[in-house]
């Protein structure tokens, strides 16, 4: 799912996923890692109508297991995330969000 989907509602959810992981200091849990030369990882986060997530996949791994390792237990850490609303819930049952992770002074999702 990508952020011009037609479908506002999981634009939304996907936003409100990212905002999460992004404003937790979960930065902490990267820092070491983050400063190995890596390529950015692109990274599928499959989350279930309840909030839990199903599965971590990567588009395209860091190159270093300890980033991509980070990112899992940094994912892990702020579930569960938002049930669905009920139209969503209607639809899907799981959705995938598919985003770029940025390490700079924080993490970012693109």
Request: proline letters at 6%.
């Amino acid at each position: 799912m990508g952020r011009a989907d037609p479908n506002v509602e999981l634009v939304q959810y996907a936003e409100a996923m990212g905002r999460k992981i992004e404003m937790n200091m979960t930065f902490d849990m990267v820092r070491d890692a983050v400063k190995k030369p890596h390529t950015p990882p692109v990274v599928t986060v499959a989350v279930r109508a309840d909030g839990s997530v199903e599965k971590v996949t990567f588009v395209t791994s860091s190159g270093v297991p300890a980033i991509d390792d980070a990112i899992r237990n940094v994912v892990a850490s702020q579930a569960p995330y938002a049930a669905f609303s009920p139209a969503l819930a209607r639809q899907y049952d799981v959705i995938e969000i598919r985003r770029t992770w940025i390490f700079d002074i924080a993490i970012r999702l693109q």
